[in-house]
């Protein structure tokens, strides 16, 4: 299973190096979105400081319905998602295999966003620690629930305007608890972290362990 | 395969009649004594009319949306796998739906006079909104065309998706509030404490009747879903002569 889940992962990510869509599509939307933000909230330097982790939750979840439709566009093409059902893989090892190449990218995003951030919303960086646990805890639990509903979605006509409506709703604890965690870290408060983020892991464990017990079937009937 | 006019005998169309006429009444009495019969509150004076109905409402989505995770397990776990209950899947998340924006309403237009505010970020409100969006998409995904089983496996292991979600959302809306100003407004809870005599039963009324008022269109769904599919897989022409034939009966 973990064979194949790097597999699928592996090619999933030198698909992305090589097409360069996230990084010319995904990345520069994710700023757009920021920088909108700042526009919404005004110039006032301490209220963008003080909403930068929610802010921050936001533009990442968003970038996320990017990247899962992304991970599942390139399926569609030239019947690779027959491919990848005949392929003989455990159907829970491409799910592993899809949700970390989601993953991977949604963290080489939040390495930028957090940039972006700091420069734009004059937050303060401390906390580091927390911060990054924050964001690796987070990402699986949204790329899991992403590489889930995306395969619901995947082959529907209506999948552009599903996804969200699905997705969204799902995702919003790791938005509460990672904002909150953040919130914490970047206010040097590391200590108040800590519930939120056994949230985040207890929340990316659940829909992990749902997604390789039902990927296999919904890959089977899309 | 069931034929049409087998599916509707089946329903007992004057059972159903006789059902949907006692959730009527029930209804209408507890308005009524909601209204006209109870006094008003010591403390919420006549606001407290709005509660003979807002509880019963959300107990009545809860229970919608407890059968439909119910029949989504049923339908998942291969020996119980049948096609009714995916059909009672769907039906219940739709009055479930139906109504949590219900609740959502009646909640609110108390809300506003009791805490000063058409929304305040309680566990249980935030909550409640949430799975009023969760199951929309549900029941958006459950419209997405497709062949029957294929359909009814992705709905229901959407819905279970969406009932794991729920907890989680509680918790940590719970706690979010927790850390924050606890409210100072009435705490909803403390109502029960004002609940005596004609009050009370009026609600228990309440809550009878919209049960029976969840039953009567749980049915009528599931008929017409059964009606749905039957039309998809024997053709619109024997649904409409079957239909006919049972009108002139009775």
């Known amino acids: 299973m973990l064979r194949d889940a790097v597999l699928v992962a592996g090619k999933d990510l030198r698909i992305e190096i090589r097409s360069r869509v996230g990084l010319n599509q995904i990345g520069p939307f994710a700023i757009a979105v920021l920088l909108l933000f700042g526009l919404a909230l005004g110039p006032d330097r301490r209220v963008l400081a003080s909403a930068s982790a929610g802010l921050f939750w936001v533009a990442v979840l968003l970038s996320t319905l990017l990247a899962v439709q992304r991970s599942y566009a390139i399926e569609s093409a030239d019947a690779a998602r027959d491919g990848l059902r005949l392929s003989g893989l455990d159907p829970a090892g491409i799910f592993l295999g899809k949700a970390s190449a989601v993953a991977a990218q949604l963290l080489v995003l ?65 938005l509460l608890a990672a904002t909150k965690a953040w919130d914490a870290g970047l206010a040097g408060r590391q200590g108040h972290a800590a519930g939120w983020l056994d949230v985040l892991v207890v929340f990316a464990v659940l829909y992990i362990a749902i997604g390789t017990v039902a990927f296999g079937p919904l890959l089977e009937d899309g | 395969m069931s034929t049409p006019a087998r599916v509707l005998a089946q329903d007992r169309p004057a059972a159903l009649r006789v059902l949907g006429a006692i959730a009527l009444v029930g209804v209408a009495a507890t308005v009524w004594l909601g209204l006209f019969v109870t006094p008003p509150d010591q403390f919420m004076g006549n606001l407290v009319r709005l509660l003979y109905i807002h509880p019963p409402m959300a107990w009545v989505a809860f229970l919608a949306y407890g059968i439909a995770t119910l029949a989504s397990l049923l339908y998942l776990w291969p020996r119980t796998r049948a096609e009714h209950f ?53 029941l958006a995904l459950r419209r997405v065309p497709g062949e029957f089983h294929v359909r009814a496996r992705r709905s229901a292991i959407a819905a279970l998706i969406a009932f794991i979600d729920v907890p989680i959302v509680y918790f940590s809306v719970e706690w979010w509030r927790s850390l924050h100003q606890a409210p100072t407004v009435l705490n909803p809870t403390t109502h029960k404490t004002y609940v005596h005599g004609s009050m009370f039963w009026t609600l228990m009324l309440g809550f009878v009747s919209f049960t029976l008022v969840y039953a009567w269109l749980m049915v009528h769904r599931y008929r017409l879903a059964r009606l749905q599919d039957l039309e998809e897989t024997e053709g ?9 034939a049972e009108g002139e009966a009775g």
């Open chain 1, 110 to 174: 939040e390495a930028g966003l957090t940039v972006g951030v700091a420069l734009l919303y004059g937050a303060h960086l401390s906390g580091a620690l927390v911060l990054i646990a924050a964001c690796v805890a987070g990402t699986l639990g949204l790329a899991a629930v992403g590489t889930l509903y995306g395969v619901v979605a995947s082959g529907l006509r209506t999948r552009e305007t599903l996804l969200p409506l699905l997705f969204l709703p799902v995702v919003a604890p790791v």
């Open chain 2, 236 to 244: 619109l022409e024997v649904a409409i002569e079957e239909r006919r």
């Open chain 2, 86 to 138: 995916d059909r009672l899947a769907g039906a219940s998340a739709e009055v479930g739906v139906v109504f949590t924006g219900l609740t959502l309403v009646s909640g609110s237009i108390w809300g506003r006079p009791t805490w000063g505010a058409w929304w305040v970020w309680d566990p249980l409100l935030t909550t409640t909104a949430l799975l009023f969006v969760l199951y929309l998409g549900y």
